[in-house]
C-alpha cells in the first residue's frame, strides 16, 4: 500500500539522528571528500610510472594507409609506442563490447569515427606523452562518412563496418516488441489518432571525472592490478582475462573513489587496454587519463533515438493503444552496455503508466560513423527513451483532445489493484499507486492556481508554461535468468562480518560513484542486525576484497546489492539467534528480536545483545550443538524481478517572447522509490537527474557536422547546467514498497534523470501553446524555441 | 626554471617547465591531489584553488605565473585540527555526492563568504556559476554555504533556518 | 588534462620591461595577462608560441579606473571583477555592470582583464562590444612612444589587432559626455557561454532629445561592430518605442551572422534588433533615472 502525506518536514530536523537503521543520516564517506582526501584514479601515484597518451583519428571515416612512429620513438622521454598493427600481431587489436559485437583497441584497417583510437604512446610524463602524439605521422585515405542515421541504411551510403564477414550495409539490428496486429486493431477503432517525430538527441553523461586507468603488471608474480574508473570491476576483471588471456585470479581491478558515473563508467574502453598492454610491455605502471575532448568524443554516449510516436484514444481521452517506429543510432561499434537478451535496453516499458489494450514497437539499429555506446547517462537502459516518448506523447493527445495534461494522465493509469500488472509488452510491474503520487505533486505545485496564473498571463502575451511528467521506472537488473552482460548473470554477492567486539565490515560487488554506498549499506546492515552504522565498514570497488556480482548502474545497487545486503544481514542474525538461545538457555523458538538484541519472550530483562552475541560466537566455551564459531555469512543475490519506481513531475517555465529564452522557474518531483532508507541520499539523488534532465531538455547535445566532425567535444561547446540554470527544486515522496525486494525497497539513481526531460519540454510546448506549437525537440535552446514560435520547429539531427 | 611560492602557508621551491600548469604542480609535485580537474577549456572549475587569496581555476594558470604568490588549496581549508564552516556545512547539508567537484566548490564558497557574510541563495548561485556539479543539484550546495553563514553568524539553529525540503511521509 | 607545448616563461615587472622583452623576442612571443583565452588555446596546441611573457607584476601600474572631467581612462591590466565591483564606474557607464555580470564566471572574472579581452580580437567578446558603443579608444605603447587608435582601427578582424609585435595595449580611455546613460543586453545559451549576439546602447539626452546614441553589436559580424547608421537615424529623435524599433531594423540589416551551435543567422538577426531595442531602451529609462 501507499503512504501519502502532504505535510512538509524540513531537511534538518533531524540533522543530529544517528539512526540504528534506516533514515536521515550523514555520510560516512564525506569526512575525506571534504578534506580533500579522496583518493580517485588519477591520484594513484606509483613509484616508476609511466604516462600513457592516445593519438585519435581526426575525421570520421578514413582507410589507414600509414603509420611512422619513428619521430615519436626517438623523444628522449618516450618508452613505448604501439599501433594497431603491433596490437594485431599479438591478436589484441580487436575487443568484445558489452553487446556482442567488435570494437577496436587500435585502429588496424579504418578509423571509423573521429576520437577513435589509432595509436599509443608511453612516456615518461603526461606532457612527453602529449608532445610525443605530434611526432606520429598518420597517412589517411578520406572515406565519405555516414552521419545522418536515416540515410545509413541507403543502398549507397558506404559501408562502415566492412571488418564484418560479408557485411553489405550499415544493419545493425531489428528489434521488435508488443503485438503489431492487436495494436492495429485498436488504432483503426480508435476516434484519435495523434502522432509526431521526436527525436532523443544524441548526449553524454560527461561525469567531472573523465575515464582513465593505471595499470601495475607485476612479472614476478604475473599479477595485474588495474586501478579504473568503472563501475563494474567485477565484470571488468572476467572480460580482461577472457580478451588478455590473463588468468582471472592473477587480476585485481580495483575502482576507488569515482567521480561520478552516470553509466559513461560502465564499458571497457580502449584506453584501460592501451594502459595493461603499456605494463605488460614495459613493465611499468602506466597511467592513462583522458582529456575532457576526448570523453566527450569517444566513450559512452547516451540515446540518439529517432522516433515515431503514435497514440490511439477514445475522444473522451481513453488511451487505446501506443505504437512507435524507432531508428536508433548506435555509432561505429555496437557498444550499447546492456542484458544481452535487450538489445534496445528496458524501452520497451515505452506504454509507460498507463492501462492500454495494445502497444507495439518496431526498431531499427543502425552504425553510423560516430563513437560507439548507446547505454549510459542514468538511462535506466533506455528507459529515459522510452518515458520521453510516451510522456510527449500522451501530451500531443492532450493538445489535439484539448484537455489537461494531468486530466488525461489521471484517467489512464493502472489502477493500484491491477498489479502485479503485465504491461502489453510484458514487463511484470511489481507494485505502484499512482493517483496519490499524482495528486501530491499537484497539490505542492499549486496545478490549478498555476493554471489560473497562466491564463491571466496569456492573456497579457506572457509566455508561461507547465509540464507535467508520470513515469514508471524499470530498475534492478537480473533476474539472472532473463539477464546477463556476455553471459554473467545478473546477480550480486554480499559478505557480513561480525568481529568480535561487535564490529563488522559488510563486502559488496557493487561500489559508489558519489551515491552514498558507504553509508546506506551500512544502515541496511545497521536495520537488520541493530549494529550501529558507524560501527558497519563497507568495503567495495575491489575484485580482491568483495564478492562477484555485476557493478553499480541501472539504478541496480539497492534493489539488487541492497536486498543481498539485507538477507545477509538475516542470515547472521539466524545464527545470532541460534548463539543466543545458548546463552539464554531457552528454545531458539522462546526469543525474540527487537533491533540489536534477543530477549527470552515475556522476560525482556532476560536479553543477549548483538555485541555480547558476537563475543561468544568467537569467545571461548561452547556454542549450541551444531553452530560454527564466528558471526559471518554470504550470499549470491537472484533478483526474482525488477522494481517499478515511480514519480510525478510537474515543471514551470518562463519564456521571454522576445528572446525565445527559457527559464525554469520551478520543479516539482515526487518520486515513489517504495522503502527510503536514507531520505538525505534519495532527495540528494532525485536532485542530480533533474539537474541532467533540465540539461538535456535545454542545451546538452553531442552534434555533428556533415563530415562527421564532433561539435561537442569541450565543455565550452557540451554545456552542461550551472547553479544558474536550474531551481531550488522541491519535492516530495509517496511510499509504496516493492512486494518481492527483501526490505521493499526500489532504485532511485536514475528516476529523476529519466522522469525530468518530458516535464521540461512538455512545459516548454505548453508555454508556446499560443504559437500552435505541439511538439518541439531537444535541446530547447533559444534559438530553437525561436524557431518553433516561427512555426518552423526543426530536428535537432 | 625554479619556482617559489607559498602553498597552505608552507613555502615550497621546486624545478619546473615552464609551461607546467598548477593543477599539475600541486597534484603531481606536490601531491596535494584534493585540487581535481575536470575540463580543458577552464569551463568545469573543479580545479578551483586560491591565488594570493582570491578563487582561480588553476588549470588556467602556470604554476610559474604564481611564484612569488600564495596558493591556498582544500587541504589548507582545515585549521588547527579543525574543519572549516564551510567543510561542516558541506557535510550537513550533503552538498556533495562523488566529491569531485567539492573542493573547488568549497574553495570559492569559502572566499564568498569572506567578503559577504550573509549571501543571498542568488548571490551563492552566481559565485559558483562558474563550476559544475552533476551530481547535487545545486541547492544543497547552496544550502551547505547558507549553513556555514549561519554557523558563523552564530545564528544556526537545528531547525529554524532550515529550507523546506522532502514533503510527503514514510509509512 | 590538455597541455600546451613547450615555450619558455618569461615576466615582465614593468611595461618597458615587457616592451623591451618583446622587441628582443619578436614574433615568437606573446604576452600572458589573465590567460583565459590563451592557455585553453595552447594547450588544444590551436596556438604555439616559443615564449609567453607574464604581465601580471604590471597589475599595478596597468589596474587603474581614473576619473577625469571628458574621459575615463581604464588601465589594461584592470581585471573584470574590478570592473564589476567600481560602483563609481557603474555610474558612469552602466553598461559596464551590465556587461561583465554576464562575461564568463565569477572565477574568471578574478583573473581576465580588458586589455587580454580586447587583444583577443574573438567576434563575440563582450567587453569590446562594450568599448565600441562607447567609443572607446585603445592607447598602444612600444619603444618609441604610444599610440592611440580607435576601437574601429584596433579590431583588424577575427583574432586581429592593431598592436604590434614589440607592442603593448596599456590603457582604454573612454569619452564622457553629460546626460548620458548606457545600457548591455546578452542573450547566451547558458551562463558563462559565449553570446549568441549581444547589444551595446549609449544615449545622451537633451532637452528630451537625443543628442548622440551608440550601438554596438556582438556575435553578429567578423568583429563587433558599431552602427553609425543608428547614431545618425537617432540623433535628433525623441525617444519612443518607433525610434527604438528603427534603430533595431537597422541593427538587423547591418549585421551580418552565420548559422552555427548558437543559433539560425535568422534568429540572430532578430537577436540584433531586439536587444538593440532593449538596450537603446533601457539607456534612455536610466538617463532618465527611472531605472536601475
Known amino acids: 500500500m501507499t503512504t501519502v502525506a502532504g505535510s512538509p518536514v524540513t531537511a534538518f530536523e533531524n540533522n543530529d539522528q544517528k539512526p540504528v537503521g534506516h533514515g536521515r543520516m550523514l555520510r560516512k564517506e564525506d569526512p575525506r571528500f571534504v578534506r580533500g582526501r579522496g583518493r580517485y584514479v588519477d591520484d594513484v601515484q606509483l613509484p616508476g610510472m609511466l604516462h600513457l597518451a592516445i593519438l585519435r583519428a581526426p575525421m570520421a571515416h578514413a582507410r589507414i594507409v600509414s603509420v611512422d612512429t619513428s619521430l615519436a620513438e626517438a623523444h628522449p622521454k618516450v618508452k613505448l609506442v604501439v599501433t594497431g598493427a603491433m596490437l594485431a600481431e599479438k591478436g589484441l587489436a580487436w575487443m568484445p563490447t558489452l553487446s556482442n559485437d567488435v570494437q577496436a583497441v587500435l585502429a588496424t584497417d579504418k578509423v571509423r569515427f573521429q576520437g577513435q583510437e589509432v595509436a599509443f604512446v608511453v612516456a615518461e610524463d603526461r606532457y612527453a606523452a602529449r608532445d610525443a602524439l605530434e611526432l606520429i605521422d598518420v597517412e589517411y585515405e578520406m572515406l565519405d562518412p555516414v552521419v545522418d542515421v536515416r540515410t545509413a541504411l541507403d543502398p549507397s551510403a558506404p559501408v562502415i563496418r566492412d571488418d564484418l564477414d560479408g557485411k553489405t550495409d550499415n544493419h545493425c539490428f531489428d528489434w521488435e516488441t508488443g503485438d503489431a496486429e492487436a495494436t492495429e486493431d485498436v488504432f483503426a477503432k480508435a476516434d484519435v489518432v495523434v502522432s509526431d517525430d521526436i527525436v532523443y538527441p544524441r548526449v553524454h553523461p560527461a561525469p567531472m571525472e573523465t575515464c582513465g586507468s593505471v595499470a601495475d603488471f607485476d612479472a614476478v608474480d604475473g599479477k595485474l592490478t588495474l586501478w579504473s574508473t568503472t563501475q563494474a570491476p567485477h565484470a571488468h576483471r572476467t572480460l580482461y582475462a577472457i580478451v588478455a588471456g590473463l588468468p582471472e585470479h592473477k587480476i585485481r581491478v580495483i575502482s576507488p573513489d569515482i567521480g561520478g558515473g552516470f553509466g559513461n563508467k560502465v564499458p571497457i574502453y580502449p584506453g584501460y587496454v592501451c594502459s595493461v598492454v603499456g605494463s605488460l610491455l614495459t613493465g611499468k605502471p602506466v597511467k592513462w587519463m583522458e582529456d575532457r575532448s576526448e570523453n566527450l568524443t569517444s566513450t559512452g554516449f547516451a540515446r540518439d533515438y529517432v522516433m515515431r510516436g503514435e497514440i490511439a484514444a477514445t475522444r473522451d481521452g481513453k488511451i487505446l493503444g501506443i505504437r512507435t517506429n524507432v531508428l536508433a543510432d548506435h555509432g561505429a561499434f555496437n557498444g550499447t552496455a546492456a542484458p544481452v537478451k535487450y538489445p534496445a535496453g528496458f524501452f520497451g516499458v515505452f506504454t509507460g503508466s498507463y492501462d492500454i489494450e495494445a502497444a507495439y514497437c518496431k526498431m531499427t539499429a543502425v552504425y553510423t560513423n560516430k563513437a560507439p555506446g548507446g547505454v549510459a547517462y542514468a538511462c535506466s537502459f533506455r528507459i529515459t527513451e522510452a518515458v520521453y516518448l510516451v510522456e510527449r506523447i500522451v501530451d500531443c493527445l492532450a493538445y489535439e483532445l484539448d484537455m489537461d495534461p494531468a486530466e488525461l494522465r489521471l484517467r489512464n493509469f493502472i489502477k493500484p489493484e491491477q498489479f502485479p500488472y503485465t504491461s502489453k509488452t510484458g514487463w511484470v510491474y511489481d507494485s505502484g499507486d499512482y493517483e496519490p503520487t499524482m495528486r501530491l505533486s499537484m497539490e505542492l505545485a499549486g496545478y490549478d492556481e498555476l493554471r489560473r496564473e497562466q491564463e491571466e498571463k496569456r492573456a497579457r502575451g506572457e509566455l508561461m508554461g507547465i509540464g507535467i511528467s508520470f513515469f514508471t521506472e524499470a530498475v534492478g537488473a537480473g533476474p539472472r535468468k532473463d539477464m546477463d552482460i556476455l553471459g554473467l548473470g545478473m546477480a550480486d554477492g554480499c559478505e557480513l562480518r561480525v568481529h568480535p567486539t561487535g564490529k563488522a565490515v559488510v563486502r559488496l560487488s557493487v561500489q559508489t560513484q558519489g551515491q552514498g554506498h558507504e553509508t546506506t549499506f551500512a544502515q541496511i546492515v545497521s536495520e537488520e542486525t541493530g549494529i550501529p552504522p558507524s560501527d558497519i565498514d563497507v568495503v567495495h570497488g575491489d575484485t580482491d576484497q568483495t564478492p562477484f556480482g555485476l557493478g553499480t548502474y541501472g539504478s541496480r545497487s539497492t534493489p539488487v546489492s541492497g536486498a543481498a545486503a539485507a538477507l545477509v544481514a538475516r542470515k547472521v542474525r539466524d545464527k545470532a539467534r541460534l548463539i543466543a538461545s545458548g546463552m539464554l538457555e531457552v528454545p531458539a523458538t522462546d526469543i525474540e528480536w527487537t533491533k540489536g538484541s534477543f530477549h527470552v519472550k515475556g522476560d525482556p530483562s532476560a536479553s543477549v545483545t548483538i555485541q555480547d552475541i558476537a563475543m561468544k560466537a568467537h569467545g571461548a566455551g561452547d556454542l549450541p550443538e551444531g553452530i560454527e564459531g564466528g558471526l559471518e555469512a554470504q550470499i549470491c543475490y537472484n533478483p526474482e524481478n525488477l522494481t517499478y519506481p515511480h514519480g510525478a513531475y510537474i515543471c514551470v517555465v518562463d519564456i521571454d517572447p522576445g528572446t525565445a529564452r527559457v527559464t525554469v522557474r520551478r520543479f516539482v518531483a515526487v518520486d515513489d522509490c517504495g522503502t527510503r532508507i536514507n531520505p538525505m541520499i534519495i532527495e540528494g539523488q532525485v536532485h542530480g537527474g533533474l539537474t541532467d534532465g533540465v540539461g538535456m531538455a535545454l542545451m546538452e547535445m553531442i552534434a555533428f557536422d556533415e563530415d562527421g566532425n564532433c561539435l561537442g567535444g569541450s565543455l565550452m561547446d557540451y554545456l552542461i547546467p550551472t547553479a544558474l540554470e536550474v531551481p531550488d527544486w522541491e519535492t516530495g515522496f509517496t511510499v509504496t514498497p516493492s512486494p518481492h525486494h527483501p526490505i521493499g525497497a526500489k532504485g532511485v539513481g536514475e528516476s529523476a534523470t529519466v522522469g525530468s526531460p518530458p516535464a521540461v519540454v512538455n512545459a516548454v510546448v505548453d508555454a508556446l501553446k499560443p504559437f500552435g506549437v505541439r511538439h518541439a525537440d531537444m535541446p530547447l535552446t533559444p534559438s530553437r524555441v525561436w524557431e518553433a514560435m516561427q512555426g518552423r520547429p526543426m530536428p535537432p539531427i | 626554471m625554479q619556482v617559489t611560492m607559498v602553498v597552505n602557508d608552507e613555502e615550497v621551491t621546486r624545478e619546473i617547465e615552464g609551461r607546467l600548469l598548477l593543477v599539475h604542480f600541486l597534484r603531481d609535485h606536490l601531491a596535494l591531489t584534493g585540487t581535481h580537474w575536470g575540463c580543458d577549456t577552464s569551463n568545469c572549475g573543479t580545479c578551483v584553488v586560491w591565488l594570493d587569496g582570491e578563487p582561480v581555476k588553476s588549470c588556467t594558470v602556470l604554476a610559474a605565473m604564481a611564484g612569488g604568490r600564495e596558493v591556498r588549496t582544500v587541504e589548507g581549508l582545515e585549521q588547527g585540527g579543525e574543519l572549516d564552516p564551510v567543510q561542516k556545512g558541506f557535510v550537513e547539508c550533503h552538498g556533495l555526492q562523488c566529491g569531485f567537484c567539492t573542493p573547488g566548490m568549497m574553495m570559492t564558497a569559502r572566499a564568498l563568504l569572506d567578503r559577504n557574510t550573509s549571501p543571498s541563495e542568488e548571490e551563492i548561485r552566481e559565485a559558483i556559476s562558474g563550476q559544475i556539479c552533476r551530481c547535487t543539484g545545486y541547492s544543497t550546495i547552496v544550502r551547505s554555504i547558507q549553513w556555514a553563514a549561519a554557523e558563523e553568524a552564530g545564528t544556526r539553529t537545528t531547525t529554524a533556518d532550515a529550507p523546506t525540503a522532502d514533503s510527503g511521509s514514510a509509512s | ?292
Not at chain 3, 615587457?18 to 612571443?29: F, M, P
Open chain 3, 1 to 292: 588534462m590538455q597541455v600546451p607545448a613547450p615555450f619558455e616563461y618569461e615576466r615582465a615587472g614593468s611595461v618597458d620591461e615587457a616592451i623591451g622583452v618583446l622587441d628582443r623576442l619578436g614574433d615568437t612571443a606573446r604576452l600572458i595577462a589573465g590567460g583565459h583565452s590563451l592557455l585553453p588555446m595552447m594547450k588544444l596546441r590551436l596556438a604555439n608560441f616559443e615564449y609567453l611573457v607574464d604581465i601580471n607584476d604590471l597589475a599595478d601600474e596597468l589596474g587603474f579606473i581614473v576619473f577625469e572631467p571628458d574621459r575615463v581612462r581604464i588601465g589594461a591590466m584592470t581585471r573584470h571583477r574590478e570592473l564589476l565591483e567600481s560602483a563609481e564606474l557603474a555610474r558612469a557607464f552602466p553598461i559596464f555592470q551590465d556587461a561583465e555580470k554576464v562575461i564568463a564566471d565569477p572565477v574568471v572574472r578574478n583573473r581576465g582583464t580588458l586589455g587580454g579581452s580586447l587583444c583577443q580580437a574573438d567576434p563575440s567578446e563582450d567587453l569590446s562590444a562594450v568599448c565600441t558603443t562607447l567609443g572607446a579608444s585603445c592607447v598602444i605603447r612600444g619603444r618609441d612612444g604610444e599610440r592611440v587608435v580607435t576601437m574601429e582601427e584596433f579590431h583588424r578582424g577575427p583574432y586581429e589587432t592593431a598592436v604590434g609585435d614589440a607592442e603593448i595595449l596599456t590603457e582604454v580611455r573612454f569619452p564622457v559626455h553629460p546626460s548620458g546613460s548606457s545600457a548591455y543586453e546578452k542573450v547566451e545559451r547558458r551562463a558563462g557561454d559565449w553570446a549568441v549576439v549581444s547589444a551595446g546602447a549609449a544615449v545622451w539626452l537633451e532637452g528630451g532629445v537625443i543628442s548622440d546614441a551608440r550601438v554596438g553589436l556582438a556575435a553578429v559580424g567578423p568583429n563587433t561592430t558599431g552602427l553609425p547608421e543608428i547614431s545618425q537615424t537617432l540623433r535628433g529623435a525623441t525617444p519612443s518605442e518607433e525610434a527604438y524599433a528603427r534603430a533595431g531594423d537597422i541593427a538587423a540589416r547591418s549585421c551580418d551572422p552565420a548559422s552555427d551551435h548558437r543559433g539560425s543567422a535568422e534568429y540572430k538577426r532578430h537577436l540584433a534588433k531586439e536587444l538593440t531595442v532593449r538596450a537603446l531602451r533601457r539607456s534612455v529609462a536610466r538617463v532618465n533615472g527611472e531605472e536601475d
